[in-house]
C-alpha cells in the first residue's frame, strides 16, 4: 500500500479560487509484461489495483500542535535525495570509536 497526497487548486476566470487537500492510498500490483503489446503499453508493469482517496481538513482548522522536542543536529541530506524523503541521510556515516579500556 502506498500513500498519496496531494493539493486541488481551482482557478475561476483566471484567478484561483480555492484549493483542497486530499489523502489517496493505493494498493499496486507488479505483474511483469506477457506479450510485446502489453510491455508497450505498460513497460513496468505497474497497476494500481485498489484506490480509496478523501479530503482532509483544512490545515490550521484542529488548532494548534503540541511543540515538538528540540532535534539534534544532522547532516544535510545528500542533492540526490528529494528533501522530504524518509530517509536518514547518516544513517551510512561512519560512528567514532570508542576508547576500549581494559582491566
Do not use: C, F
Not at 6 to 23: C, D, L, N, P, V
Not at 42 to 57: F, H, K, M, Q, T
Not at 68 to 91: H, M
Amino acid at each position: 500500500m502506498s500513500q498519496v497526497k496531494w493539493i486541488e487548486t481551482s482557478y475561476e476566470r483566471g484567478a484561483q479560487a480555492g484549493s483542497a487537500h486530499w489523502t489517496g492510498i493505493l494498493t499496486v500490483a507488479l505483474k511483469p509484461p506477457a506479450s510485446a503489446e502489453a510491455l508497450r503499453r505498460n513497460p513496468l508493469g505497474l497497476y494500481v489495483d485498489a484506490i480509496d482517496w478523501s479530503r482532509e481538513l483544512e490545515p490550521g482548522v484542529t488548532g494548534p500542535a503540541s511543540p515538538l522536542p528540540a532535534a539534534r543536529a544532522t547532516a544535510a541530506p545528500a542533492p540526490s535525495l528529494p528533501s522530504d524523503t524518509p530517509l536518514d541521510p547518516n544513517l551510512a556515516q561512519p560512528q567514532p570509536r570508542q576508547a576500549e579500556t581494559r582491566q
